[in-house]
């Protein structure tokens, strides 16, 4: 197994040769290519369906086939990821599309090269005491940090009302933490992923969703896999090998549903039940996951225009033509052909 250096790889076959002409022999060709270690860092401490197309591509092989080793990395939101692809400890990262771009904005040398789910997967969930998002007002909102994405979401609903943060109360939460905290009380809402809509909703019958995001937004591009620019000017094959498996598991996933829920329940720790559930919605009705390139320019482009209008951009707004690298995901589907003839394939 190695890892990305070109002059570890070059140390070792040169001792090779040398170990081979002392003993007078030709080393035999290597018929199996030696697997390339990828360190990949996902938005949430624990899983979610949104992201486990990894754990899609892990169960099937796909991965292996395109002789990748994949580190997951659980991380507690998006801008920890950026942070760790901008610091280097990070090959690959999954983030909400707001971290990426205010760090490119800020001068972080990051592009985004493929799309885990380009639609929105998530819900705002109160209790049925609250009608409208301006009741919101002086309530108690979950969150994760400022600037990251369930706080994003939280401020567009406030500033689509004509409320603002001041006029509630943040309060972090951990990503595992937000069904307690709203069955507590301790939160009065919390940007939930379609599982833990179903899941909090089933041990609550006084919970619904206020606001379905996707509904809200149907333009609003949401997860993106991202590199730093550097690091795809060297290992181009590599990003095209890590795109290649994971637009296998998004393929994958449409085709099998039950295999699909026996890995994302057990990636998540939701029952399948509830993946099921969650499945019918994201896959069944909104097709969120990518099977072609997923970056579409316009909805990247309202993106950004709705980060600006909302203040959720630090900084100038940078360029979708150098946001965005589309050539990796371009030649995977040059590779396995692109899907059509259904609305959801994207």
């Not at 369906?49 to 991380?75: C, I, P, R, S």
């Not at 409208?132 to 369930?150: E, H, N, S, Y």
């Not at 707004?317 to 995977?332: K, Q, R, W, Y």
């Not at 040059?334 to 959801?344: E, F, I, N, S, V």
């Amino acid at each position: 197994m190695r890892r990305l250096s070109l002059s570890a790889g070059f140390a070792t076959a040169s001792i090779s040769a040398l170990l081979a002409a002392a003993c007078g022999s030709t080393p035999a060709a290597s018929t199996t290519p030696s697997s390339t270690v990828i360190n990949l860092g996902l938005p949430t401490s624990v899983t979610s369906f949104a992201n486990a197309d990894v754990a899609v591509a892990q169960a099937q092989g796909y991965f292996k086939a395109e002789h990748l080793t994949v580190n997951v990395k659980n991380l507690a939101s998006g801008v920890p990821v950026v942070q760790g692809v901008v610091g280097g400890s990070l090959d690959i990262g999954a983030s909400s599309f707001e971290p990426v771009a205010n760090a490119d904005a800020q001068g972080g040398n990051v592009v985004i090269i493929g799309a885990y789910t380009d639609r929105l997967t998530v819900s705002m969930v109160t209790p049925d005491s609250i009608h409208t998002p301006a009741q919101l007002r002086g309530k108690r909102l979950g969150i994760q940090t400022v600037g990251a994405f369930r706080e994003v979401m939280t401020r567009m609903i406030l500033e689509g009302a004509g409320l603002t943060p001041a006029d509630a109360t943040y309060v972090p939460v951990a990503s595992t933490g937000y069904i307690s905290a709203l069955l507590q009380g301790s939160i009065q809402s919390a940007i939930l992923q379609q599982e833990q809509v179903f899941s909090v909703m089933r041990k609550d019958s006084t919970m619904h969703v206020l606001v379905n995001l996707y509904r809200a937004r149907p333009y609003y591009f949401y997860g993106a896999y991202l590199v730093s620019r550097p690091w795809l000017a060297h290992h181009q094959g590599v990003a095209e090998r890590f795109l290649t498996a994971i637009t296998r598991a998004h393929r994958f996933m449409y085709q099998h549903k039950a295999a699909t829920v026996r890995t994302v329940a057990a990636a998540t720790g939701f029952t399948q039940a509830i993946i099921s559930q969650a499945y019918d919605v994201l896959l069944g009705q909104e097709g969120v996951f990518p099977v072609n390139e997923g970056l579409e320019s316009s909805r990247i482009t309202q993106t950004l225009q709705t980060m600006q209008k909302y203040k959720v951009l630090t900084g100038a707004a940078p360029a979708e033509s150098t946001l965005v690298d589309t050539a990796p995901i371009t030649a995977v589907i040059h590779k396995l052909g692109a899907w059509t003839g259904d609305p959801r394939w994207h």
